[in-house]
C-alpha cells in the first residue's frame, strides 16, 4: 500500500491556474499587493463554510485529551511545518506537559530548514514515526496536506485509524483521498493560489488559521484560561514574568507589586496566585482547591 503518481495531480484545485493572474509577472508591485490580498480575503470565508466540521473534531480532540490523550500532528513540506511551529507554541503559551501536543514532518527535523526530497512520498514512513513516539488509541492525529494525498501523512493516518486513534484530516481539496481515510475530513477550499501551485500561500493561511483554532479552542475547553487571559503560560524570561504580573493584576484587581509578590510566593505559577489573591489564601491552599477543581481556576474559586 502506498502513493501513486498519475495525471490527476494537475486536476487538483490548488494545482489549477488562475487565469486571472496569467501576466502576473507584468503586473506593478501595487497591483500584486492588491491581488494576495484580495485572494487572502478568501480565506476565512472557506474556514467559514467548514466551522460545524472543525467544532465536531475540536470536541472529539477535547474528549480524548480529557482521558489523557495527546494531540499529534503530522505533515509534510508547508503543512508539517506549520504543525510543528503549532506544536511547539503550545509549551510556553498553555504550560502542556512534555509531549502532550506533537508535530510529525516528513524528513524529520532537518526537513523544517532544508528540502528533504523524497520524503513526502515514504508512505512507511508516516507510520514509523507515530510509532516512535507510541501512538496510543486515546491520542488525536491531524494529518495536514494542502494536496489531500501525500503518502507520508496517508501512511501515518491509516496506521492511526487501524489501532484506534482518533484521525482529521486538514486538506485544501474536495474530496480527497485522504478526506475519505479520516473520521473527520477538514476540507477548506480556498480556490486556486495566486501563484500556481504554491501552497505555502492560501492553503498554508488556512492550514494556520485551522490549526489555531484546534490548539487554542482545546485549550480553553482543558481550563488552560481564565477568561480570555492566559495563566498557564511558562514563564522562561522578563517579557513574559512582565505579561504573567499584568494577567494576575487584569484577573484579580491586584496592584503590581502585590500582583509580583504573589507570583513569587506561587513560584511563577499564574493560576496560583490569582486563586491565592482572589480567595486571600495561601499557595499550598491555592495548589489544594485548584487540585479540586480539575485545575481550572473558575472552578476553584467555588470549591467547597
Known amino acids: 500500500m502506498g502513493g501513486t503518481k498519475d495525471s490527476s495531480l494537475g486536476l487538483l484545485r490548488t494545482e489549477q491556474v488562475n487565469s486571472k493572474f496569467q501576466h502576473l509577472d507584468q503586473m506593478s508591485v501595487s497591483e500584486l499587493l492588491r491581488a494576495m490580498n484580495e485572494g487572502d480575503a ?39 511545518r506549520l504543525g510543528v511551529l503549532d506544536a511547539v507554541e503550545c509549551g510556553p503559551t498553555f504550560s502542556v506537559t512534555d509531549g502532550q501536543v506533537l508535530g510529525l514532518m516528513a524528513g524529520g527535523e532537518r526537513a523544517l ?77 480556498s480556490g486556486p493560489e495566486l501563484l500556481a501551485g504554491s501552497t505555502r500561500l492560501k492553503s498554508g493561511t488556512a492550514q494556520k488559521l485551522v490549526l489555531n483554532m484546534i490548539s487554542t479552542i482545546t485549550m480553553v475547553r482543558l481550563g488552560k484560561t481564565f477568561g480570555n487571559l492566559m495563566v498557564d503560560l511558562q514563564i522562561t524570561n522578563e517579557k513574559l514574568r512582565d505579561r504573567a504580573v499584568r494577567i494576575i493584576m487584569q484577573a484579580t484587581g491586584a496592584p503590581h507589586a502585590k500582583a509580583s509578590a504573589a507570583l513569587k510566593e506561587s513560584e511563577n505559577e499564574v493560576k ?23 485545575n481550572r481556576v473558575q472552578e476553584a474559586l467555588h470549591v467547597e
Open 272 to 294: 496560583v496566585a490569582i486563586v491565592m489573591l482572589l480567595l486571600g489564601v495561601d499557595a499550598p491552599s491555592a495548589r489544594t482547591r485548584l487540585r479540586a477543581g480539575s
Open 42 to 80: 478568501e480565506v476565512p470565508k472557506a474556514i467559514a463554510r467548514e466551522l460545524p466540521k472543525i467544532e465536531c473534531a475540536i470536541e472529539s480532540i477535547v474528549e480524548r485529551m480529557m482521558r489523557g490523550g495527546r494531540l499529534i500532528y503530522i505533515g509534510a513540506g508547508t503543512s508539517g
Open 113 to 189: 530548514v532544508h528540502s528533504v526530497e523524497g520524503a513526502e512520498d515514504d508512505f512507511q514512513a508516516g507510520e514509523k514515526d507515530l510509532k516512535s513516539i507510541n501512538l496510543r488509541s486515546e491520542d488525536c492525529v491531524v494529518g495536514i496536506a494542502a494536496s489531500g494525498r501525500t503518502p507520508y501523512v496517508k501512511g501515518g493516518l491509516a496506521y492511526a485509524r487501524q489501532i484506534g486513534a482518533l484521525t482529521i484530516g486538514l486538506t485544501s481539496n474536495p474530496n480527497s483521498e485522504i478526506s475519505k481515510e479520516v473520521e473527520h475530513p477538514l476540507e477548506i477550499d
